[in-house]
C-alpha cells in the first residue's frame, strides 16, 4: 500500500487542479498574453506541483520508509536510499 494511500483524493484533487492551471496556460498562449503574465502562472504551476511533491515525500516517509526501517537493516537502508535519490531528483527540478 503507498503512503499516500489514506490522502489519495486529495492529491488527486490537486493534480486535477494542475492540469487546469496548465490549460490555463496554454490558453494564455493562444491568446498572445504577456510573456511575464505567463511566467507567473508557470511559476503558481510549479510551485502547486512541489506541494504535491512534499505531501508525497512527507507520507513516503512516515509509511514506506518507516515500516521498511522497522522490518530490518538491508530493507530500511534501502528505502531510506531511495528517498534521499527522490529529494535529490525534488532539488534539481
Not at 490555463?24 to 502547486?48: K, P, S
Request: glycine share 8%; hydrophobic share 40%.
Amino acid at each position: 500500500m503507498p503512503g499516500y494511500e489514506m490522502h489519495k483524493d486529495d492529491v488527486q484533487r490537486r493534480l486535477r487542479r494542475i492540469e487546469g492551471q496548465v490549460r490555463g496556460i496554454q490558453r494564455l498562449i493562444d491568446e498572445d498574453t504577456y510573456c511575464i503574465d505567463v511566467l507567473t502562472q508557470i511559476a503558481a504551476v510549479n510551485r502547486a506541483l512541489q506541494g504535491v511533491a512534499v505531501g508525497l515525500l512527507h507520507d513516503h516517509l512516515g509509511h514506506c520508509v518507516s515500516v521498511a526501517v522497522r522490518a530490518g537493516d538491508v530493507e530500511g537502508t534501502a528505502k531510506v536510499t531511495e528517498a534521499t535519490a527522490a529529494i535529490e531528483r525534488l532539488l534539481k527540478a
